[in-house]
């Protein structure tokens, strides 16, 4: 079967413009997480959804991150005004349940540049 | 607070040679702990995780770890490398068992490959 699919998978803007990152989970997959890898840095947790719904959004770095589940399927992650230290690989990965200790599935990023 | 960290950037060990990557983390209880690897050019996977029991965990791969409480760490092995394990190695730890549970992930240790 199809593994997590993001889209697109580079992105180049300019500072101050919006950006939309989409993900498609694993078919069957409730949970879906977002990550942010900086270079040189660990992986950023960002957000989690179970099912539609964000229980934690403490992790999105300012209100300009939001993020959207819809048919408890595809997510989006939305960067209003982007900022040259947005510049980062995005991650989302899916899991067959809501809990960090199960196996995350990743898909191979979205890379953005804020120019 | 919890953390974790992997105190190799980069490691460069010969084809065929032993690999010890380390992982050092912070944490009351014991937390769960995982490795992931980022190949280039793809997602992360896990190799393995340690939850409780036996300390000496396998994984994919040929991969293992073992959990040290008293030394808080949660180092990688391999008895003989092969090419194809050159990529990014990630620790990640898991504290607590509900939903205000936290995954930290150490900054990555890069392997290199010697022919």
């Known amino acids: 079967g199809a593994g997590v699919s993001q889209s697109p998978s580079n992105k180049v803007t300019e500072k101050g413009k919006d950006v939309e990152l989409r993900c498609d989970p694993i078919s069957g997959h409730t949970a879906l997480y977002w990550y942010r890898q900086s270079l040189g840095q660990g992986l950023e947790f960002l957000i989690y959804?179970?099912?539609?719904?964000?229980?934690?959004k403490s992790g999105l770095p300012s209100d300009r991150f939001s993020a959207e589940r819809t048919g408890g399927s595809v997510s989006t992650l939305t960067i209003q005004r982007t900022q040259q230290e947005d510049s980062a690989v995005y991650l989302c990965?899916?899991?067959?349940?809501?809990?960090?200790?199960?196996?995350?599935?990743f898909g191979p990023g979205t890379r953005l540049t804020v120019l | 607070a919890q953390s974790v960290t992997q105190p190799d950037i980069h490691i460069t060990v010969s084809e065929g040679a032993s690999l010890e990557l380390r992982c050092n983390y912070s944490?009351?209880?014991?937390?769960?702990l995982f490795w992931y690897v980022q190949s280039p050019g793809q997602g992360l996977q896990l190799l393995l995780k340690?939850?409780?029991?036996?300390?000496l965990v396998q994984g994919i791969k040929g991969f293992e770890a073992e959990f040290k409480r008293s030394q808080s760490s949660f180092n990688l092995r391999k008895p003989s490398v092969h090419w194809s394990d050159a990529a990014e190695y990630f620790c990640?730890?898991?504290?607590?068992?509900?939903?205000?549970?936290?995954?930290?992930f150490g900054s990555g240790t890069r392997l290199s490959i010697r022919p």
């Open positions: 340690y939850f409780s029991g036996d300390t």
């Open positions: 944490y009351g209880a014991t937390p769960y």
């Open positions: 990640a730890v898991v504290s607590g068992y509900s939903s205000a549970s936290k995954i930290i």
């Open positions: 990965a899916s899991s067959l349940e809501q809990a960090l200790w199960n196996e995350q599935f």
């Open positions: 959804f179970q099912g539609n719904s964000a229980p934690d």
